[in-house]
């Protein structure tokens, strides 16, 4: 017999579900806790707010240069989304009496279509860093963006007039279908292009903590985002659909609650904390590479003197290490110097290497030379303008574009030795060091700092230089002529394996080209119609440079289409062998010879001091006899 004084467990439960049932009426019921709820939400979205006015502030105090940027119109767009929610929540009670009713449901839409706005904004912005390392056109992602906010926005400024002159329950049920599909169109972009961004990055060769970083945000805020609007979608859906269930928007303290903490209070909180790495100024990259000089500090001759020989000292700085020389010397990435004509399309091609690296999952490394560039369509790990401001040693030293040019360069070499030691810290990690030079090319290939630069790295990597050529220009034979008496002379003069790459295939077909340089009598055909001087000397020159011609790997790309990439990646692979029979022969007899001509002037040194000595004895010999005759002669005196 049971005692009466316990409850079994099914009368335990059905008092638990009668007491929960009743305080939430009573919670529903009740002006107190639905205040207080309107009022906590009001507090957190007021928080949320004042986090992204702080930022914001903090941005623009950060770069005060740059203008509106994507990342503060974002962080503007939370702080009005969330200030937007804060006061409707904060006066609640004025804004369920505000009528007509169409201007009510305008008050508590308006905050939701704004938040889509901001955060489509953010998949914009990860869109066209996606398209422009896939080497895509971004021109129409803006367009797209604004396309579809206005499309979204004209619909639900029908679906609130539609609501003003015929209030009924059909076009609430639009409304809300309208809101789960806004919702999913925006989760849908988070997860296509956040994601396609997030694989992305995986495959960059991660060997910082800062790209890892990228990568873990890209993720996160992927996920957070895709959640809550996936979220937005199935909640606003159901309560469209489902007459059964009550969930509607604001419809009970609790679920309201529940619903924009999760929806949006929690997701933008989360994300402004994600986010909230300030943009980096104009500073180094990689700490080893030191600032090389303030241009603001006076300028003298003693400074171009001593720029020179720094210059003349970053070349001992630079001297092969015993690691150079042994078996694991072709475990090192291979280093890829591109040099071009202006014009030639070298940025363009570079850029594409570094997607083709990319894409096939090779471990890349970017160095840019160029300190005159604007901007560049690929992130360099090493820059230089991160380190020299071109414009400031314009300014320091009186000098035009092409000196400022000239002098950047020099004064990033004095510190070059730094740049193959970060190098050689990811050798392991890489395949291929890809390297921007200057757009004039004479500024590289003629110089000092170019030279110094280029056997840094031939003396420590595998290093082969691809020579750009413009293909469309070069259909005419005294251009192309030009073209190849460049290549050779950069050839000679760098002792490289040289790759030559006819850019723009998508243009006009390289193949005349080749055909020019397998058979001099084909270049000659083209070029007989032309009676001018420069044509005779072409003409002449074209079964002279026969033999160069046998000796370079040319090949066809498209800096656009990327066609011909693999075709260029094996000419490099091929010609990072005969690096290693030609040119690091070369230099190993170089240093042998080096080291022993270095011994046998010390032994000469040696044998010079060794005879100085000799000399020395014998005179200090010679003195003491004369010393002690003469103490003969004074003795012999006084006696």
């Given amino acids: ?251 009970h303290p609790v679920l309201n609650l529940i619903y924009y903490m999760v929806v949006e209070v929690l997701p933008s909180a989360l994300v402004l904390f994600i986010l909230r790495k300030l943009p980096p100024k104009r500073i180094i990259q990689e700490k080893a590479i030191l600032p090389l000089m303030d241009p603001m500090e006076s300028s003298s001759e003693q400074d171009i003197v001593e720029e020179s020989q720094k210059l003349v000292d970053s070349l001992d700085k630079l001297r092969v290490s015993a690691a150079s020389s042994s078996s694991n010397f072709k475990k090192k990435p291979i280093i890829i110097i591109v040099v071009g004509m202006a014009g030639s399309g070298k940025t363009s091609f570079l850029h594409r290497l570094v997607c083709h690296t990319f894409d096939s999952k090779s471990r890349g490394y970017v160095v840019n030379l160029d300190p005159a560039v604007m901007s560049l369509p690929f992130g360099a790990n090493i820059d230089i303008r991160d380190t020299v401001k071109y414009k400031e040693v314009m300014k320091q030293y009186n000098l035009g574009p092409n000196g400022g040019i000239l002098t950047s360069l020099n004064l990033f ?39 110094i630069i280029t056997e840094a790295f031939a003396s420590t990597f595998p290093t082969v230089v691809t020579y750009v050529v413009d293909t469309p220009r070069s259909s005419s034979p005294i251009t192309f002529m030009s073209n190849m008496l460049y290549a050779c002379s950069i050839l000679y003069k760098t002792r490289l394996p040289l790759v030559l790459a006819f850019n723009k295939t998508d243009v006009a077909d390289h193949k005349f080209a080749l055909e020019w340089m397998e058979d001099f009598e084909v270049f000659q055909a083209a070029i007989q119609t032309d009676n001018s001087y420069t044509a005779t000397l072409a003409n002449s ?31 490099i692979e091929a010609s990072a062998e005969e690096y290693m029979e030609t040119y690091k022969a070369d230099l190993d007899m170089r240093k042998a010879g080096q ?9 000469m040194m040696l044998e010079e001091d060794d005879e100085d000595f000799q000399v020395e004895d014998e005179e200090d010999s010679d003195d003491a006899i004369d010393e002690d005759d003469e103490d003969d002669e004074m003795k012999h005196y006084y006696l």
């Fill in 1 to 251: 017999m049971r005692d009466s004084g316990l409850m079994m467990p099914a009368e335990i439960a059905g008092f638990l579900t009668t007491a929960i049932t009743s305080w939430w009426d009573d919670v529903n019921e009740s002006t107190q806790w639905q205040d207080g709820i309107f009022f906590a939400l009001c507090g957190a979205y007021a928080l949320v707010s004042a986090v992204a006015l702080v930022q914001l502030i903090r941005i623009q105090m950060r770069v005060p240069e740059y203008g509106w940027t994507t990342q503060k119109v974002f962080h503007l767009m939370n702080f009005v989304v969330n200030g937007v929610r804060a006061v409707l929540f904060g006066f609640h009670m004025q804004v369920f009496l505000v009528h007509p009713k169409a201007l009510c449901w305008v008050l508590l839409d308006l905050p939701g279509l704004l938040f889509f706005s901001a955060y489509t904004l953010l998949v914009l912005f990860w869109a066209e860093i996606y398209h422009q390392a896939r080497s895509l056109p971004t021109d129409k992602l803006r367009i797209t963006y604004i396309s579809v906010n206005v499309a979204v926005y004209l619909a639900q400024i029908g679906i609130w007039a539609y609501i003003w002159v015929n209030d009924n329950s059909t076009v609430e049920l639009v409304g809300k279908i309208f809101i789960a599909v806004v919702s999913f169109i925006a989760a849908l972009g988070f997860l296509l292009y956040g994601g396609r961004l997030f694989f992305m990055l995986r495959r960059f060769p991660i060997e910082s903590k800062g790209r890892r970083k990228k990568l873990h945000e890209v993720g996160s805020v992927t996920a957070i985002c895709f959640t809550c609007f996936l979220i937005r979608c199935v909640v606003v859906a159901v309560s469209a659909f489902d007459k059964d269930l009550t969930l509607d928007v604001l419809d």
């Fill in 413 to 451: 070499a004095t510190k070059f030795d730094e740049v193959v030691s970060v190098i050689e810290k990811r050798a392991d990690q890489l395949d291929y060091v890809l390297v921007d030079t200057p757009g004039q090319i004479e500024i590289f290939t003629w110089s000092a700092s170019g030279a």
């Fill in 541 to 571: 020159l074209s079964l002279s440079l026969y033999e160069f011609y046998r000796n370079i790997r040319s090949v066809g790309v498209s800096a656009i289409s990327g066609a011909g990439m693999d075709g260029f990646f094996k000419a």
């Fill in 595 to 603: 080291g022993a001509t270095e011994t046998a002037t010390e032994k």
